[in-house]
Each structure stands twice: as structure tokens, then as C-alpha cells.
């Protein structure tokens, strides 16, 4: 078996190009690079340019990067459809900054016209991509590999040998060979033609298919998304109608009847903690038992909700976001009638459940005089409360729970009109009331205790403790369409990469001495050491089969037992 090098010379590499013919072409399905092309004159000429600008990979990877960089803004500056707080916060305090980012539409970055822009030229190069890529390529499948070029030593991967066989024969085993090995061969004249690695071009083509899916279903999530946050308490429940969201919003294309029809209700919270050690306090179980049915005659079923572990309904998925207490609280007017009786979520303000919140009597109560009035409680919860640390709670679990009251009457401004916030208690029209010594009233209370209003305003008494958990509700379509494409978009990039596309010829002739002369080749897409090594591998078995004939005269050197698998050389 004879060896050869890759060497070729400069001058006769533009032959070389013309000699491969249609062997070395089509070895992608890539487009040919026209960007350096100048447009023909006139309208046509003009589109067809601007249309092979922008379905080239060139412009298609600069505005997937451009696409990247828009979404950075998004990250970074509050956005109007998450958090309108944030957005008001931030035009407050920057008011020189504020109207530029409106102008730039940086505060509703991914609803834009420039982001917008960006994303709809992107999806259209893809398509212009993908589209003509996999007519050529169904073209290849379609058609045989095409025939050995005239000189196969003048491949970077060659080895050649003589061998006593008949041409036929040795066709015959190079035939079974490639075909065992899976390459896509047939006799082509006086030479076997073979291709493989057609995987890297579906894996190209899959790749952007599955960019194309991921645009799609993104797109779609966000136009028909709705989100929404729910406080429930245990015992009470919650059903999935815009009316009974804390807050909710929405994608511009989503409608209230597009709400999936269920409904839970919580049954209990377990919070564990730990208790000794460098993380005391540190939650160890956060988690909700709750029963729950879907449509207006399902059956009820028991799920449990954890963090990051949602409720899956349909496309509606229940996460668990916080958690705290709600104390119960039962009012009495100075006749004894009860005009108040519910538990109070309240807002926890550290890790250790230390919690404020206020107690609203808005209707039913009358003071000592008989005269209508509002009665608003500011509440401070301490879960675990310690002597000597009155001001915050030493551990999140109900320990010893207290439950501080200051109340006041008058009037709570609700009937104004204002939206006001339910943990905030607005003392501008109310008054607080007096102990014996003239000071404001507050005492600590414990489970069971019972705080007297003044002059027989009432009483306020402290039943015990419900716990409550948060739920954020939220339905965002084509989220599994989106998953499915960021896999296969992994899985296809990966074949692009890591399978390459070559091709091998065995041609046998008879020599001018009558002995057969076996010329093997190969060629790769790129270069590769894979090619030269796959070819020695397919050389040595072919060798086994058709072993080396004697050499006609002592000159030549090479050795006609020699390993096939060495000669294959790039």
C-alpha cells in the first residue's frame, strides 16, 4: 500500500477545485455567501439583494445578538407590565432620565417597536434560511453520491494498492463494506461512491427549526399570558376568576375566558425551621396541603404544593411564593354583640416572621354612646416572642406567639375612594384611645386574652393563630412548545458540531501488468482528523479482503503486507 501526503501546490489548486467536480460540491446545504455582492440595477435587483442580506447567517447571528442585547434593558430597568411600583418609583426619581426611557420605550422593552422590529426580522431570516436549505437537502437525500473523481490521489486522504483480485470482486467487498459501516453507497462506473454524516445537516436544519419554535411559543406566551397572585388563609379557598386575584395581569391578546375553570382551597400550611446551629431559623419545609377541582363538577383531589414544586392544571401552574400568620381577632361593641370576627393577614417584615398589619371595623360598630364609628387596630405579631426583645421576634415558628394591639377609632377614609393599603392604617381622621393614665392604649396579647376599650367602647380579643401562604397563579401557553425547542435546539447545534459529513471512493482497475490497483479516498466538509482515520480503519478490513500482490520490480518500496490502516494519510 502506497502512501501520500496533503501537500498540493498553490498553483494547481484552482485544478484541482474543477477536477473534484460535483464530488467536493454539496457537501452543506449552506447558501453561497453573497453579501459581497453588488445589487443589479433597478427595483428587483435591489429586493433580491436586500433578501440575500437578510436570510444570510451573517445578518441572522448579528440580529440573534442584537435580539440578546435588547433583552438586557429588560432585565435591568423596571418594566410597566410586571411592576407598575417600580416603574412610578423610578419616574419619581429620575426625572431628567424618565421621559428618555419613554421615548426609547425602555420601560415596556419587550413590547417595543425597535425590539419587536428585531424579533420579526429575525423569524423572517430564519424562514429564508431554513426554507431553501431544506429543498437542497431533501435534494441530496433524493439523489446517489455522486462518482470518484478522476484522480483520487489528489484528495487529502488517500492510500492505493495492488492486489491479485478482480476489480469486481474487490468493488463487491468495498460495497458490502461502506454499506455495513452505514454509508449511503453505490457503484458508480469503475469506482464505489459512499457519503455519510447526513445527521450534521438535519442537525443544522433542526437547530433552526427549533429557533423558529422557541420565537413562536415565546411570542405566543406573551401575548396570551396572564398572571396573578392570591393570599389565602387556611380554611379559605380561592377560584380562578379575575374577581378573586389580589392582582392580576395579562398579555394583550388574553381574555378572561381563556382562565382555566378550577378551584382549591388550603388546608393546612407546614413550615419547618431549624433549630440549633449556625442556621437557626433557616426553613427546612415550606409547603401546602391543599384540595382542590377542576371545572364546576370536578371531583376534589389532594395535592401538596412546595417551592419550585407547582400544582399543574391544564397550562395553569399554582406556585407557592410566602408565607405568614394571620392572627384571629374577635371585636365587641360595649353591648357584647360581636361586630368583628376573621383572621388578619399580616405582612411579615424579617426571616423571622416579625409581622404588622392593621384590623379594619368598617361596619356594625357603635361606640360607647351609641354613635357609628370605624375602628382601626394597628397589629404588631411576634411568633416566638422573648423577654427583653419586644421589637422583633426570636424564631419564625409559633414559640410564644403575642400579638400587640394599639386601636383607634373614627373614621378609616375608605369610603373616599383612595385606594389605600391594608397594612397601613391612616390615622389622619382617627383617634387613639386613652388608658386610665392618659396615655395611648397597646398591650400584648397572648391566645385566649382579651384587651377592654375604654369607657365601654368594647372589647378585642385574640382567639389564636391561622397561618396563610401566597400563591402565585400563572398560565402561559406554548411553554412546553418552548421547552421542546430550547432541547432540540441543543440536541441539533450539537450535531452540527460534532458529526461531520464526508465522502469515500474505492476504485479498482486493472494495471498495465494485468495486477488490480485499488485506490481509496475521502473528503470531508472541513478539516478533519477524523476523515484520514475512518478511511485507514475502512482500508485495513478492505486489505484483509483483497490482500496486496507482490510488486513488479525490486525498485519499489513499498510493502505489500504493510497495514492499509497507516497508509491513510492527511
Given amino acids: 500500500m502506497s502512501k501520500t501526503t496533503p501537500s498540493v501546490p498553490t498553483e494547481t489548486a484552482a485544478s484541482d477545485e474543477q477536477e473534484l467536480g460535483a464530488a467536493g460540491s454539496q457537501l452543506s446545504t449552506a447558501p453561497a455567501d453573497t453579501l459581497a455582492t453588488a445589487p443589479g440595477l433597478g427595483v428587483i435587483g435591489w429586493a ?49 432620565l424618565a421621559p428618555v426611557y419613554d421615548r426609547l420605550g425602555l420601560f415596556h422593552v419587550y413590547s417595543s417597536v425597535w425590539f419587536s ?28 453520491p455522486p462518482g470518484a473523481p478522476k484522480r483520487l490521489t489528489r484528495l487529502p486522504a488517500h492510500t492505493t494498492w495492488r492486489t491479485e483480485a478482480e476489480p469486481e470482486q474487490v468493488r463487491e467487498a468495498a460495497l458490502a463494506l461502506l454499506k455495513k459501516r452505514r454509508f449511503r453507497s453505490h457503484v458508480a462506473g469503475d469506482a464505489v461512491a459512499a457519503e455519510k454524516g447526513y445527521a450534521r445537516e438535519v442537525g443544522n436544519l433542526v437547530f433552526h427549526i427549533a429557533l423558529i419554535v422557541m420565537l413562536v411559543a415565546f411570542a405566543w406566551g406573551q401575548l396570551f399570558k396572564a398572571e396573578g397572585n392570591k393570599l389565602v388563609v387556611e380554611g379559605d379557598g380561592f377560584s380562578n376568576t379575575l374577581t378573586q386575584y389580589n392582582d392580576f395581569k395579562s398579555g394583550s391578546l388574553f381574555s378572561t375566558d381563556d382562565l382555566n375553570p378550577f378551584s382549591f382551597g388550603l388546608d393546612k400550611f407546614t413550615g419547618t425551621y431549624e433549630t440549633s446551629g449556625p442556621n437557626t431559623g433557616t ?6 396541603a391543599l384540595t382542590y377541582s377542576v371545572g364546576a363538577y370536578g371531583k376534589d383531589k389532594k395535592a401538596v404544593v412546595k417551592v419550585n414544586h407547582p400544582l399543574v392544571i ?25 361586630v368583628y370576627s376573621d383572621a388578619v393577614p399580616l405582612l411579615p417584615l424579617d426571616s423571622n416572621v416579625t409581622s404588622t398589619g392593621v384590623i379594619r371595623v368598617l361596619d356594625g360598630y357603635r361606640n360607647a354612646k351609641g354613635v357609628t364609628e370605624q375602628l382601626g387596630i394597628s397589629a404588631f405579631f411576634l411568633p416566638t416572642y ?109 450535531g452540527s458540531l460534532f458529526i461531520q459529513r464526508r465522502r469515500v471512493w474505492v476504485r479498482a482497475v486493472k494495471g498495465d501488468d494485468g495486477v488490480t490497483v485499488v485506490e481509496m479516498a475521502g ?48
Fill in 117 to 144: 422590529a428585531v424579533y420579526i426580522l429575525l423569524f423572517v431570516s430564519l424562514i429564508g434560511c431554513i426554507v431553501p436549505r431544506t429543498w437542497q437537502f431533501v435534494g441530496q437525500l433524493r439523489s446517489r
Fill in 314 to 338: 391544564a397550562d395553569s401552574k399554582v406556585y407557592l411564593t410566602a408565607h405568614g400568620y394571620a392572627p384571629v381577632v374577635t371585636v365587641r361593641d360595649g353591648k357584647g354583640d360581636v
Fill in 283 to 288: 426553613p427546612r419545609t415550606y409547603q401546602a
Fill in 523 to 570: 473528503l470531508g466538509r472541513s478539516e478533519s482528523a477524523k476523515v484520514p482515520e475512518e478511511l485507514g480503519d475502512l482500508a485495513g478490513i478492505l486489505y484483509d479482503q483483497a490482500p496486496g500482490a507482490p510488486d513488479p520490480g525490486p525498485s519499489d518500496s513499498p510493502d505489500p503486507q504493510a497495514v492499509p490502516a497507516e497508509g491513510a494519510e492527511k
Fill in 386 to 494: 422573648t423577654k427583653g426583645m419586644e421589637t422583633a421576634s426570636s424564631f419564625p415558628a409559633l414559640g410564644n406567639p403575642v400579638l400587640n394591639l394599639t386601636p383607634y377609632h373614627g373614621d378609616l377614609g375608605v369610603d373616599a375612594g383612595i385606594p389605600k393599603s391594608v397594612y397601613q392604617l391612616d390615622k389622619t381622621h382617627m383617634k387613639a384611645f386613652k388608658d386610665a393614665k392618659g396615655a395611648q392604649l397597646r398591650e400584648n396579647l397572648k391566645p385566649g386574652e382579651t384587651m377592654t376599650l375604654p369607657g365601654g367602647a368594647g372589647t378585642v380579643t385574640y382567639e389564636g393563630t391561622r397561618q396563610w401562604a401566597n400563591f402565585q397563579i400563572t398560565q402561559q401557553p406554548a411553554s412546553g412548545w418552548a421547552l421542546g425547542g430550547a432541547i432540540a435546539a441543543i440536541f441539533g447545534l450539537a
Fill in 48 to 96: 433580491r439583494w436586500f433578501w440575500r442580506q437578510l436570510t444570510s447567517m451573517r445578518v441572522a447571528l448579528l440580529l440573534l445578538l442584537l435580539l440578546a442585547l435588547g433583552a438586557i434593558p429588560g432585565s435591568l430597568i423596571p418594566q410597566s407590565g410586571t411592576d407598575e411600583t417600580k416603574v412610578a418609583d423610578f419616574r419619581a426619581a429620575h426625572a431628567t
